[in-house]
């Protein structure tokens, strides 16, 4: 893969208060406390509780524009607005740093490198929401950003920055780190809930949304870690300043896991940026000499072939393309990758991640992984492909959650860019030669749903 001069298109804010990035301050040590309230860490939280009201702050984080960064692009002012107007007098915050996708390096970068800047984004959407309990949910396998994790909150109690009366306010607010190492599951809201709560690992039907009926059927605020990151700038240089950057649908910057042949780094983007714009900012110059296809989004995301690097990234433009900002992954797969197999492969494990509540998601991506199996082993039927089409509207709209929502992305996408690849393999020959017949395959070609 021929890896382009690496350009700088736009600001870094993220990766710049990670100490990654920007003139003079690249560095991997991570940030300690003294470290961060050199650079005004804490100032934000310090202004919002000494002259902000609750209200103030979260007009301030709706004007800016601010959606969630978990993959659901709600809007985080909108939902900590829903959070504080719950009639219960007890309200919970949930940051949710798991990384469900196992080889994203977001989450747990931001921990190890500057957990303070989460955790003072935690304290402000707490205050904004009237929370006095809040959860730092991490991947205990992440074991060096648990720990930092749990130094950071170990810290900023002591320095009285969370904790009883807050810089000598009235706003207590009592933090707790959370580590579990669960499946790709592990990280969807509803199920996270359920964890803390020592139940079985099952997403539950909304409505009721966790903002209004959640942790302990009290208003719950589960917001990213990501999206907590940016309060504090919000906060200290105003929602203009950030609505500098992104696109008009959504403001800001967005960290990505960029996967290619030197392996994985994270970079930020603005939002609208194009998927080409990322691979360059990473270093990498796609082309049919090097790479198939990008898959955007993670395990659930859609593979985009190479005419269609400018699509933006952003919510509706991925979405409209078979893809997602999921995880924030975006990934080149090899030239001789054959894209039936590709979809399989993630079928396969998407079949084996679903919590299995519903029987559409449970069975639906069981049967299109086994069909796909079906056609790269050469044994394919001419139904095959109306029974895959089926499959990916009856997944998606008989599931309970987002994951039987997301699931079908690899077999629609690749069904709708890489066509010839299906009917190649129909005619019993892969396309790159690559293929091998699967051993054990769940041989489906009928209907039977
Ligand atoms: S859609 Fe899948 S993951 Fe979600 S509740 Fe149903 S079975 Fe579980």
Redesign the pocket.
């Known amino acids: 893969m021929q890896q382009t001069q690496q350009t700088q298109h736009a600001p870094t804010p993220l990766l710049q208060a990670m100490g990654l990035t920007g003139e003079g301050k690249a560095s991997a040590v991570p940030f300690t406390l003294d470290d961060y309230r050199r650079q005004g860490g804490y100032d934000a939280l310090r202004r919002a509780l000494r002259e902000l009201s609750p209200t103030q702050v979260i007009e301030e984080i709706r004007t800016s524009g601010l959606r969630g960064r978990g993959g659901a692009g709600y809007p985080t002012g909108d939902k900590l607005a829903l959070v504080a107007s719950g009639r219960s007098t007890m309200r919970y915050l949930i940051c949710n740093a798991y990384d469900a996708d196992a080889r994203s390096l977001i989450s747990a970068t931001l921990l190890e490198q500057n957990p303070h800047l989460a955790l003072e984004g935690l304290a402000l959407a707490s205050y904004a929401a009237g929370v006095s309990e809040a959860f730092l949910y991490v991947r205990s396998a992440r074991t060096e950003a648990a720990a930092s994790a749990q130094k950071a909150v170990a810290d900023a109690l002591e320095a009285n920055l969370i904790g009883r009366n807050i810089m000598g306010t009235a706003f207590s607010l009592a933090v707790t780190v959370v580590g579990v190492d669960r499946s790709f599951?592990g990280g969807?809201e509803s199920t996270l809930i359920e964890i803390i709560k020592g139940r079985p690992m099952?997403?539950q039907q909304r409505p009721p949304y966790p903002a209004m009926q959640g942790l302990y059927d009290q208003p719950t605020a589960v917001q990213n870690v990501e999206t907590l990151a940016n309060l504090p700038a919000i906060i200290s240089h105003g929602a203009g300043a950030f609505r500098q950057s992104g696109s008009r649908a959504t403001t800001g910057t967005k960290l990505l896991t960029v996967i290619g042949p030197g392996g994985a780094q994270l970079i930020e983007i603005p939002f609208g940026a194009s998927v080409r714009q990322a691979l360059q900012q990473a270093g990498i110059d796609a082309n049919e000499n090097n790479a198939r296809g990008v898959v955007v989004g993670g395990m659930e995301g859609g593979v985009l072939p190479l005419s269609a690097l400018d699509t933006p990234f952003d919510f509706d433009p991925l979405a409209q393309a078979d893809a997602m900002v999921g995880s924030g992954m975006i990934e080149v797969l090899p030239v001789d990758a054959c894209m039936v197999r590709w979809a399989m492969e993630r079928s396969d494990y998407l079949s084996e991640e679903?919590?299995?509540?519903?029987v559409?998601?449970?069975v639906g991506v069981k049967r299109i992984a086994g069909t796909l199996q079906g056609l790269v082993s050469s044994l394919g039927q001419p139904d095959d492909l109306k029974l895959l089409e089926e499959f990916s509207h009856y997944v998606p709209d008989g599931?309970?959650?987002?994951?039987?929502?997301h699931?079908i992305h690899p077999v629609v996408s690749a069904m709708r860019y890489f066509g010839d690849d299906f009917a190649a393999h129909l005619a019993g020959k892969c396309p790159t030669g690559t293929c091998q017949p699967v051993r054990a395959h769940r041989f489906n070609t009928k209907h039977v749903l």
Request: proline fraction near 5%; charged fraction near 20%; hydrophobic fraction near 25%.
């Open positions: 599951m969807e099952k997403a679903t919590c299995g509540k519903c559409p998601c449970r599931s309970l959650c987002g994951y039987g929502v699931a």
